[in-house]
């Protein structure tokens, strides 16, 4: 399995401004995705990160809100931007495995929107 | 309504009890993914089954998928302690091309 780290692991911020959130993989991958995980919720899929090309973001998701950069194999980020206290949850990445849907998820970072 | 539902919301067991966890698919599964969540943190993945009738087993952890039912379960053996958290079942579900996670069970293990 990947070891998928995350940064920042939590983060309080004022609404109207802009967070970025990183994931690191240790090893190369196709596929990375940015789940988000609202308080007592499900996980709910953002966007799938391809590398060299643009995200490809799910129903009711916008480049916009959460624009996502994958610049290598290992790495991606997500920006959520203009924040609201709605965008208050946990934002996981993982990593898909082989053709399956097997996932691997980093440890998540926690947003609290003020 | 969610695509994906798990019974039961939540579970307080006694530690050495069994315990079961079902997820219920609306629509065909294709594939069916057990995670566990301890609060606050990431998914650790547990399982994944492909094939109807398909059972594997962990340690004390043991799923069975039912594609006729569409539905899976997870069945924990002398629960302990370690075994508490938040048990997410995801499926590719229909002609998604996604994993669609259930609505997920907090099972707390008392001693």
């Known amino acids: 399995s990947a070891v998928i780290s995350q940064k920042p692991s939590r983060d309080i911020c004022q609404r109207g401004t802009s967070l970025t959130i990183q994931c690191q993989v240790d090893s190369q991958v196709t596929m990375m995705f940015w789940y988000r995980q609202q308080p007592g919720q499900s996980l709910t899929l953002i966007a799938t990160?391809?590398?060299?090309?643009?995200?490809?973001?799910e129903s009711g998701f916008v480049i916009d809100k959460f624009p996502i950069s994958r610049p290598n194999l290992t790495f991606s980020t997500l920006t959520v931007s203009n924040m609201s206290p709605e965008d208050s949850s946990i934002y996981l990445c993982?990593?898909?495995?082989?053709?399956?849907?097997?996932?691997?998820f980093g440890p998540g970072t926690r947003l609290t929107v003020t | 309504s969610q695509e994906l539902e798990q019974s039961p919301q939540s579970l307080i067991v006694q530690e050495g009890k069994n315990l079961t966890i079902n997820c219920t698919s609306s629509k065909t599964l294709y594939g069916l993914y057990w995670y566990k969540q301890k609060y606050g943190e990431g998914l650790i993945f547990l399982m994944m089954l492909q094939k109807g009738g398909e059972e594997k087993s962990h340690e004390k952890i043991t799923a069975k998928l039912d594609e006729k039912k569409q539905q899976s379960s997870l069945h924990i053996t002398a629960s302990q302690p370690s075994h508490a958290g938040i048990y997410l079942c995801g499926a590719v579900i229909g002609t998604a091309s996604k994993l669609t996670f259930g609505t997920g069970t907090r099972l707390q293990v008392t001693l």
């Open positions: 990160a391809n590398q060299g090309s643009e995200a490809t973001y």
């Open positions: 993982s990593v898909g495995r082989g053709s399956s849907y097997e996932q691997y």
